[in-house]
Each structure stands twice: as structure tokens, then as C-alpha cells.
T-cell receptor
């Protein structure tokens, strides 16, 4: 079946521009997560959506970062006025809820490069 | 709060040797535990997940993990390393609040 899909796979943009990253979760997965992974480092939690509940935004590094999700479908992560330190791979994951040993399923990420 | 510690950011083994990647969790209540593998330019792929009551969990590609509550550990092993096992490995814990906590990762190098 289809996995988590992220687009674009690569994005190069100039400092100061806005970017929008997209994530299509696995159908039926009520939970959706965004992470940032800087080169050679681990995963940094950004935001978590669970169904129609208010998202957990505790990981967003600044007010330049925002994310939306409509229902249990597509999510977009927006970075405004990009800076060079925003360069990283942005990973999206989705998961079923209801059974706590359900894992996350990851997309291949969007590699963002800020010039 | 839950946390996951992976000892050793880099591990090198010879091809055919035992692979041992260490993971410890911090919680008085064992969380739900997972191991993921990340190949270059890819997302994370599930290797295995902890099942309540089990002590030895089998995953894909010949990997296993042993859960030891007394040591709060969930170490990943493979009896014989292959060149294709070279990758980044992440241990993760999930609490009942559906939040996941990841270790900082261990990069595995397999020497021919």
C-alpha cells in the first residue's frame, strides 16, 4: 500500500523566502508528526497532530514555523522568512492511534537548503 | 518526561561480526519501544517494536532486541553483520500520550 509521501523531495531557496512543505500521511492514520533532522544529527520534534484535537506545537523553534492539517489528511509545514539555520531534512511521520504499540511510518523527507 | 539514550554515536564492526547497539530508556513505567533504521537520503524504517510481555523481539533483516526491565534497556543485536547493514539506527519510545522520543542515533559502519 501507499506509504507516507512528502513533497518536494528537495527544495533550494534564498534566505528570506517562504517555503511550504507537504506531507500526505497513510490513509486512516489519525496522528501526524513533523521532525527536523540537521545533517548528521537526530530527530528534533516540531509538531504533532492528533485527529481533530488541538496540535502539540511545543517543538516549533520560532514563530516563523507553522503547520496545518485538515482533518486526517494532508499537512503542510510553512517556514516564513527562511534563514540559513533552517537548512535540514524535514521528516513527516504518521501513525495509528488506539493501540499504543503502533509505530510511526516515515516519509523520505524534504531536503531544504537555504542559500 | 520520557527520554531515550543511545550509547555510542558511532559503532564499527567487521563483516560477519556481532552487531550490538545500545539503548536505555528512562521511565518507571516501561514505554513502548521501537528501533528504526535510516539509510542515506531516506526516511526512517521500522526494524522492530516491543511487544508487552516479550523479552526478545525479532525484527526484519535478522535484527533482534532484548528487553530488560531491570536494566531499562532495549539493545539491538544481529549475529552477523552484512555490508548492507551500514546505516543510522534510532531507538524510540512512545508513551501513552502518543508522543515519541528518539535517541540521538548510532551510525553503524561495517568493515569488509
Amino acid at each position: 500500500g501507499a506509504g507516507v509521501s512528502q513533497s518536494p523531495s528537495n527544495k533550494v531557496t534564498e534566505k528570506g523566502k517562504d517555503v511550504e512543505l507537504r506531507c500526505d500521511p497513510i490513509s486512516g492514520h489519525t496522528a501526524l508528526y513533523w521532525y527536523r533532522q540537521r545533517l548528521g544529527q537526530g530527530l528534533e520534534f516540531l509538531i504533532y497532530f492528533q485527529g481533530n484535537s488541538a496540535p502539540d506545537k511545543s517543538g516549533l523553534p520560532s514563530d516563523r514555523f507553522s503547520a496545518e492539517r485538515t482533518g486526517e489528511s494532508v499537512s503542510t509545514l510553512t517556514i516564513q522568512r527562511t534563514q540559513q539555520e533552517d537548512s535540514a531534512v524535514y521528516l513527516c511521520a504518521s501513525s495509528l492511534l488506539g493501540t499504543v504499540n503502533q509505530p510511526q511510518h516515515f516519509g523520505d523527507g524534504t531536503r531544504l537548503s537555504i542559500l | 518526561a520520557q527520554s531515550v539514550t543511545q550509547l555510542g554515536s558511532h559503532v564499527s564492526v567487521s563483516e560477519g561480526a556481532l552487531v550490538l547497539l545500545r539503548c536505555n530508556y528512562s521511565s518507571s513505567v516501561p514505554p513502548y519501544l521501537f528501533w528504526y533504521v535510516q539509510y542515506p537520503n531516506q526516511g526512517l524504517q521500522l526494524l522492530l517494536k516491543y511487544t508487552t510481555g516479550a523479552t526478545l523481539v525479532k525484527g526484519i533483516n535478522g535484527f533482534e532486541a532484548e528487553f530488560k526491565k531491570s536494566e531499562t534497556s532495549f539493545h539491538l543485536t544481529k549475529p552477523s553483520a552484512h555490508m548492507s547493514d551500514a546505516a543510522e539506527y534510532f531507538c524510540a519510545a512512545r508513551n501513552t500520550g502518543n508522543q515519541f522520543y528518539f535517541g540521538t542515533g548510532t551510525s553503524l559502519t561495517v568493515i569488509p
